[in-house]
């Protein structure tokens, strides 16, 4: 939940016009309000305010994001009170597709947290990496992170999947590291089948693509992890999939001169079910639990 209370400081500050002010609103102490800035700043990987010893103005990054900021808090706020006042009247089955990986590492634990909270919703959870369309295949709610779209179904982003190039120090010590991703055409490549053999990099000159022969490819990101963390190659997977290894320091990460496109998280819902209490109850706690950073991505 730090994220969430990050991003009601930064909107406090914003309102506020000082860190000192924000912090009366919020009821703590002003070197938190400091805190949870630097933390968010660190996590946007952008400055939101310029600092003054009595005033603070939004950056233009900051200003771009206010009002989306102050529309989530408005909206969480109103969900959660609602939530508690009709928590024991949700009830019911929700079917729900998940990818496979992803759930092992964290939806499974997110999943029985909210049966913990909405005892008497039943869950019909799959397992499946491939694109499904939930109004086709009979879900309620099908999580995906593939950027796809079907006609009849509403799209509702959960959070941003950060897309990470790595290795294992064997390899880069045996093979050297690529300066710029054309030099991946010389390397040993493990690549996610869902998303393709073309890897797409961004700098100061525009989008760079390069197009794989892989040594492996897999429909499952542990198996390109471990791969990788052998030292088999070179992996482009989402920092989900690497979060621990990367701490562990059993890969590390390969041009950070680049970044890679950003993907999302997301929720596909029919129509005819998006309106269902149970499926909003269910939508708004993966939200609340993801946005706007992800547990996996807090320490890496």
């Known amino acids: 939940m730090d994220g969430i209370e990050n991003l009601r400081t930064f909107v406090a500050v914003a309102d506020a016009g000082s860190l000192t002010s924000a912090a009366r609103e919020l009821g703590i102490a002003a070197s938190v309000v400091t805190k949870r800035i630097d933390q968010l700043e660190s996590r946007v990987r952008s400055r939101l305010f310029t600092r003054s010893t009595r005033r ?102 959960i959070c941003p999947l950060q897309q990470v190039a790595c290795a294992a120090p064997s390899y880069l010590e045996e093979r050297g590291a690529p300066r710029h991703p054309r030099e991946l055409t010389q390397h040993d490549c493990l690549v996610f089948l869902p998303t393709g053999r073309a890897w797409h990099f961004e700098n100061a000159d525009g989008i760079v693509s390069v197009d794989l022969r892989p040594r492996m490819s897999a429909n499952d990101t542990v198996v390109l992890t471990a791969a990788a963390s052998e030292g088999n190659g070179i992996a482009l ?28 998280m997301k929720a596909l819902l029919p129509e005819d079910r998006a309106g269902i209490p149970r499926v909003r109850s269910l939508l708004t706690f993966l939200k609340a639990r993801y946005s706007p950073v992800p547990p996996w991505d807090r320490d890496i």
């Open 237 to 264: 997977l989402p920092s989900y999939a690497v979060a621990a290894a990367l701490r562990a320091g059993t890969l590390v990460r390969v041009l950070e001169g680049f970044t890679v496109p950003t993907v999302w």
């Open 56 to 157: 603070v103005a939004l950056t233009e990054m900051g200003l771009r994001y206010l009002s989306s900021a102050r529309r989530l808090m408005h909206d969480y706020d109103e969900v959660l009170a609602e939530m508690r006042h009709s928590r024991q009247q949700i009830e019911g089955n929700i079917r729900i597709k998940v990818p496979t990986s992803m759930t092992v590492g964290y939806l499974a634990e997110t999943l029985a947290e909210f049966q913990q909270q909405f005892p008497l919703v039943s869950l019909d959870v799959v397992l499946i990496d491939r694109a499904v369309n939930p109004s086709v295949e009979g879900f309620d709610i099908a999580v995906c992170e593939l950027p796809i779209a079907f006609p009849g179904v509403i799209d509702e982003p």
